[in-house]
């Protein structure tokens, strides 16, 4: 164990005392059994890949709203029910896809999905505007707390903003002036292409270009063309005010081209991007046309949540999460097999948040309320849970904390549990001493620079001052009891390799899941735990959520 998370566990032991807690006393195992089952049910041929909308979402509904109620549960989904609905808009261009890159050189050939991939996330019937100047502006980064605008007050009225990916310390050496404002090779939210179409929305933009490069980025361009323009949003009051026109993604040698017909250097332009008296470059004589038909059609899907309601401060709430979409069915592989059936993403996670909440029924009722929920349209966008979070602001200031399981481990016990966002709050001490008591202890997520804190539904929740604790098997390899951390990355480098968002990602009776419940378990005896205190965990110094916390101290007892 790390001198970190020791001398955490030793602060904590203060904290929660020498008394035997409830935790202690009742059994919170969790079955690889049970969680092997289950999600051999939603990964079946019958649930057709779990995609929202899709045929298999009544079914999945169905499952899960039986499962609770079985357990004795309440429901705590729309006007006393066990779902919330979700009114969800897919977009995709229709037709040919025209577009046009003046720059004082001469015009740039580009073509979509070749140098550049744009979409609209707007329900518009056809988007078409010509010669919208470009700005360059960094990494689009608005970060006060670190002493960081990009913008600088610059007017992005009608104009498209051009973004380096990842933030500013991501490629900074050791002695610029730069480095530490940020957090290295780690990706902070601000790193996130989500967040930079967010600020550029903000800053009154037109629209966002991404510069494109796979380090950063954590994928190569194939993945960017991959949904073929096609996205999914939730249905907006006003999409016009929330999001962008057009927002999308150029290559990185198609943007070095554009910056020299522009009269800049890129590379040069780039190192000045990592210091914070960044100002905007207007790219002289540089301007994007486009047109092109969009198909948008409204659908409705499915939350499913349930309530175990506390018995002296029921409106204090503790939540375990996990989305129940998946892919569907999609284009025959080699095997001719078309549906993807999302077993470890994220089915087990599911399966997971039904195990916990059999565990906990079966015990005491808890003095603050504990809820479960299964979100729809995760891999849309994190669009379930940010529905939820979005309609239920005010009462998350009483959110004491949320778990959320994404893609469990299926290889065994292991000596240690892969902590995704290390570093961010004060659940992952209380994790850190459930692990010790399990003879384990806590290794951070190997390549945080893939950003897969911000990649996952518990960030919805995050982003709104929530402390989280994620855990996601991709976030590096295990130390497994057989075969060591060797044989854990072996296990994460060929599921994402091979079938993630696949069809080969499919259950199998050769898991073995006792790793995975040892990993739920903790999560279990730590919510447990908080349930029956009047603890609220905080985030840590630096942490880009603290002051959203703060913010709403005044509602915490």
């Not at 989904?77 to 004082?104: I, N």
Request: net charge neutral.
């Amino acid at each position: 164990m790390s001198r970190r998370f020791a001398g955490s566990v030793l602060a904590l032991s203060l904290t929660f005392g020498a008394a035997p807690t409830l935790a202690a006393a009742q059994d919170l195992s969790v079955s690889p059994q049970r969680l092997s089952d289950i999600t051999r049910d939603l990964s079946s041929e019958a649930f057709a890949g779990r995609a929202p909308g899709g045929p298999g979402e009544g079914l999945t509904v169905d499952y899960l709203v039986s499962r609770f109620k079985a357990l004795g549960l309440e429901p705590s989904g729309d006007d006393g029910s066990w779902t919330q609905t979700v009114p969800l808009v897919r977009l995709k261009p229709e037709g040919p896809v025209t577009l046009g890159l003046a720059t004082a050189g001469g015009s740039l050939a580009v073509k979509q999905a070749q140098e550049i991939q744009i979409s609209t996330l707007r329900p518009v019937d056809r988007v078409t505007f010509r010669d919208a100047p470009l700005v360059f502006v960094g990494y689009g980064v608005t970060a006060p707390e670190r002493g960081w605008d990009d913008f600088k007050g610059v007017d992005l009225k009608g104009k498209i903003a051009v973004i380096l990916i990842s933030d500013p310390d991501f490629e900074a050496g050791p002695d610029e002036p730069v480095a530490g404002k940020f957090a290295g090779k780690a990706a902070t939210y601000y790193a996130r292409w989500t967040y930079k179409y967010e600020e550029a929305v903000r800053r009154g933009a037109l629209g966002a270009l991404i510069v494109h490069e796979a380090p950063g980025a954590g994928y190569g361009w194939s993945t960017v063309i991959a949904p073929a323009g096609e996205g999914y949003d939730i249905v907006r009051d006003d999409p016009a005010r929330e999001k962008l026109l057009v927002q999308g993604w150029i290559q990185r040698d198609a943007a070095a081209e554009l910056f020299r017909r522009s009269g800049q250097d890129f590379e040069a332009l780039k190192l000045a991007a990592r210091r914070a008296d960044f100002r905007p470059v207007p790219l002289a004589g540089a301007s994007l046309s486009a047109d092109f038909a969009v198909r948008h059609e409204r659908m409705d899907s499915r939350n499913i949540l349930a309530r175990l309601p506390g018995t002296s401060h029921p409106d204090e709430t503790i939540l375990y999460a996990a989305h129940w979409d998946a892919f569907g069915i999609g284009a025959p592989d080699a095997q001719g097999r078309t549906i993807r059936p999302g077993a470890a993403d994220d089915a087990i996670g599911v399966a997971a948040v039904l195990e916990t909440a059999r565990t906990l029924a079966a015990g005491p009722r808890p003095q603050r309320s504990i809820l479960f929920a299964a979100w729809t349209a995760e891999e849309r966008g994190l669009l379930g849970s940010e529905y939820y979070a979005a309609r239920h602001e005010a009462q998350l200031s009483k959110m004491v904390a949320n778990f959320t399981f994404d893609v469990l481990q299926t290889k065994g016990p292991a000596r240690d549990v892969v902590l995704v966002g290390a570093g961010q709050n004060a659940l992952e001490d209380r994790l850190a001493q459930a692990a010790l008591a399990q003879g384990r202890t806590i290794t951070p997520d190997a390549r945080p620079e893939r950003a897969l804190f911000y990649r996952a539904d518990h960030f919805s929740l995050a982003k709104r001052g929530v402390p989280v604790l994620l855990l996601m098997g991709l976030g590096g390899g295990a130390d497994l009891v057989e075969g060591g951390r060797a044989a854990g990355e072996a296990w994460v480098a060929d599921y994402t390799a091979r079938c993630y968002h696949q069809t080969c990602d499919a259950w199998s009776a050769d898991w073995d899941l006792r790793g995975a419940a040892q990993d739920v378990e903790l999560t279990v005896r730590v919510g447990q735990d908080l349930a029956n205190s009047r603890v609220w965990p905080d985030w840590k110094a630096g942490s880009e959520f603290k002051p959203i916390r703060a913010a709403t101290a005044a509602s915490r007892p």
